[in-house]
């Protein structure tokens, strides 16, 4: 069964910090992997995608990480602010049709001063 | 939100009565999606289309209906809600199934 999943679940940690999110997949094959950003309240945002060929991608203090053949993911957020809590989503897309998304559940980040 | 907007923003409905949610956007994008988003599950796609009039299913389509007669509308209907359909739905955009999507602000709807 294709699945998504993310860890850890919560997080919490100071302004100013770095942190990493993982995502752990099963979806294979898969076109590509994306990272979104989901205020309360709002609708996802993207951060990143990367096809299965790509090992890296950045976005400001945003950066993805893919390695395809462990099925891993993880994004890092350096100098954290308090605009960066929020719940990060890894999604999937498994190969061609339009239906193939497999999401994660989050993982609820929370900054604090 | 990307030229996408939901309407309404939210509703309270009753068991039974039909309810039709509509998706507008102004970016003229070729693919559009139906989400649900449900505490535990995170999303989960409903119905999705490629372009007007053509329409696929989703993960979780079953009671739920769309139709797309315009490039910029997608209309979700639930034709008898049930308190299972109590959900935040979100409809998105994106230029290919393989590109970006864009998400719209979301609907709440409880169904009581």
């Known amino acids: 069964k294709n699945q998504v999943e993310q860890s850890p679940q919560s997080l919490i940690i100071l302004e100013g910090k770095n942190c990493t999110l993982q995502c752990n997949y099963t979806v294979s094959p898969f076109s590509n992997l994306r990272w979104y950003k989901q205020d309360t309240g709002r609708g996802p945002v993207s951060l990143t995608i990367?096809?299965?060929?790509?090992n890296t991608k950045s976005n400001g203090r945003y950066t993805a990480t893919l390695d395809a053949d462990t099925k891993q993911s993880s994004l890092h957020i350096t100098a954290s602010q308090l605009s960066d809590s929020a719940s990060y989503i890894c999604v999937v897309n498994g190969p061609n049709t339009g239906n193939q998304f497999y999401f994660g559940t989050g993982t609820s980040l929370t900054v604090i001063p | 939100d990307a030229g996408i907007t939901q309407s309404p923003r939210h509703k309270v409905t009753e068991t039974g009565t039909p309810v039709t949610l509509r998706c507008h956007q102004t970016e003229n994008h070729r693919y559009m999606y139906w989400y649900r988003q449900d505490p535990g599950h995170g999303l989960r796609l409903i119905h999705y289309s490629y372009g007007v009039k053509d329409t696929d299913k989703g993960e979780v389509s079953d009671g739920y209906s769309v139709s797309r007669s315009k490039t910029e509308d997608f209309l979700l209907t639930l034709e008898s809600a049930t308190s299972s359909q109590t959900s935040v739905y979100f409809c998105?955009?994106?230029?290919?199934?393989?590109?970006?999507?864009?998400f719209g602000p979301g609907t709440r709807l409880l169904v009581l």
């Open positions: 990367m096809t299965f060929s790509e």
């Open positions: 998105a955009i994106s230029e290919s199934n393989l590109e970006t999507q864009y």
